[in-house]
């Protein structure tokens, strides 16, 4: 499995450079249509502003007109199902919803976008492009399905105010991965000895809701040596005893963790707010969670508490290795069927250009990174002149998205595994080790079953 090195992302960055020399304006059409376009709404206002103007400028720029609706995330993946189902659909949507792409791709819905992402390819980070390269079970072969426009990344989210108060120093955290979780525990009971009586070491999502559950305990996979999981080529490696191995202790810290009383005792209900939740209340010192929606959030309700909160980025694992961590793509797709597919594909080139992304990505105050490295890089917006109470949390986001190993997250590999999420199958069993209803083998022999189980059902094979 490949992963992005420094010595590829120089590469990439000068002929960036070269190809941005070379690159030619945008150029508008001669007759005016329109594009029917569905968006998720953003966690931040300024996200949603931000794709305004991006379609306005569109506009201005092409002749054409965007028909767009700002949806928010639940009911528009509920939208978009319905309308790839009925054959009814947009012209260009946000399906809000990662693994809808590598399924979708797989029941020969989207259009082909290679298109689009030919042109920019070598300028691309190499995991947004793993992201997009679907698996058609009609072609028998993969093709680029999606538009990659943005990153998320999912750094640690620590109250330095808390660590201080526990009588810690945040200058004596340890960089390797087990010693940093270790790090917190103590700090519970002398915070609750102070009358914090409901503040935990950490607000980890541990159930069966949602999508921070699966990203917690994948990335905790990840850790521990289980990169290959799910291979490039969309098998599942389940005989592999190290990625068991990964699997199994990912389990087990993360059951220990919640046995022994370091998380909130309701976590394993909680859905995908209610750690974010937890970590504004002070109800947790630590948090794992993706982009920065933890801080962005803190912005117009408690900014000065912002000034106390670390955003930290994956630690090295216990060998002392970069652990390479996912690098989630927001996309777009073009759905089979639309009515104004030439537009479509018009906005999209649009929109692809680095420029053109960076800027958008910028308006929406980082909370999505670039999807170019040399965007990324190179602009000191993001580690120097962005907003100020919010530049000290992107440094370490293009860090861990720019100058380490990344990942795609293993369904854009093939839908097998977008579906051994939907059914939260390795969550339901560290669920079952945390309330003492299997033992760490048992759980992960079941859900490892049940895996290959659904793997059978989406073979991939070559045309």
Not at 308 to 316: F, G, Q, R, S, W
Request: glycine share 6%.
């Amino acid at each position: 499995m490949s992963t992005l090195t420094r010595r590829s992302l120089l590469r990439a960055s000068l002929g960036a450079a070269a190809g941005s020399m070379l690159a030619r304006p945008y150029v508008a059409n001669a007759q005016a249509k329109t594009a029917t376009v569905w968006w998720v709404q953003g966690f931040a206002p300024q996200e949603d502003v931000a794709f305004k103007k991006l379609c306005a400028d569109y506009e201005k720029a092409s002749g054409n007109k965007l028909d767009f609706s700002i949806v928010p995330f639940a009911p528009l993946r509920q939208k978009f199902i319905a309308a790839v189902t009925s054959g009814d659909v947009p012209d260009l949507v946000n399906p809000a919803f990662g693994p809808y792409v590598p399924e979708q791709a797989w029941a020969d819905k989207l259009e082909d976008v290679s298109d689009i992402i030919e042109p920019n390819k070598s300028q691309l980070l190499e995991a947004a492009l793993a992201s997009v390269y679907c698996y058609n079970s009609a072609t028998r072969k993969r093709a680029y399905y999606a538009l990659p426009y943005g990153g998320a990344l999912t750094p640690f989210h620590i109250w330095a105010s808390l660590v201080e108060k526990a009588g810690y120093k945040t200058s004596d955290i340890p960089n390797k991965w087990d010693k940093f979780i270790d790090f917190f525990e103590p700090m519970q009971k002398k915070l609750q000895a102070q009358g914090m009586r409901h503040t935990y070491s950490y607000g980890f999502v541990i159930g069966t809701v949602g999508i921070d559950p699966i990203n917690t305990q994948e990335h905790f996979t990840l850790a521990y040596g289980g990169e290959d999981t799910v291979t490039k080529d969309g098998k599942l490696n389940s005989k592999d005893p190290k990625v068991r191995e990964a699997a199994a202790k990912a389990m087990n810290r993360l059951a220990t963790i919640y046995k022994d009383g370091f998380n909130p005792p309701e976590s394993l209900n909680w859905n995908d707010a209610d750690d974010n939740n937890s970590f504004h209340s002070k109800l947790c010192i630590v948090d794992f969670d993706g982009t920065l929606s933890t801080e962005i959030a803190m912005l117009a309700s408690m900014p000065e508490e912002l000034k106390n909160v670390i955003t930290y980025p994956l630690p090295l694992d216990d060998e002392g290795k970069q652990i390479p961590g996912f690098f989630g793509t927001f996309t777009a797709v073009i759905p089979k069927g639309a009515k104004n597919l030439a537009v479509a594909k018009d906005f999209a080139k649009y929109f692809m250009q680095p420029e053109i992304e960076n800027d958008w990505m910028k308006g929406g105050i980082g909370r999505a990174v670039p999807v170019y490295p040399h965007q990324a890089l190179n602009d000191p917006w993001w580690t120097k002149s962005g907003p100020p109470e919010v530049v000290p949390h992107l440094v370490p986001m293009i860090e861990q998205g720019f100058k380490r190993p990344t990942l795609p997250v293993w369904y854009s590999y093939t839908p097998a595994w977008a579906e051994v999420e939907s059914k939260h199958i390795f969550q339901l069993a560290l669920v079952d080790i945390a309330t003492g209803k299997a033992t760490v083998k048992e759980a992960v022999d079941k859900a490892f079953a049940q895996a290959e189980q659904v793997f059978a059902r989406y073979p991939i094979q070559s045309a």
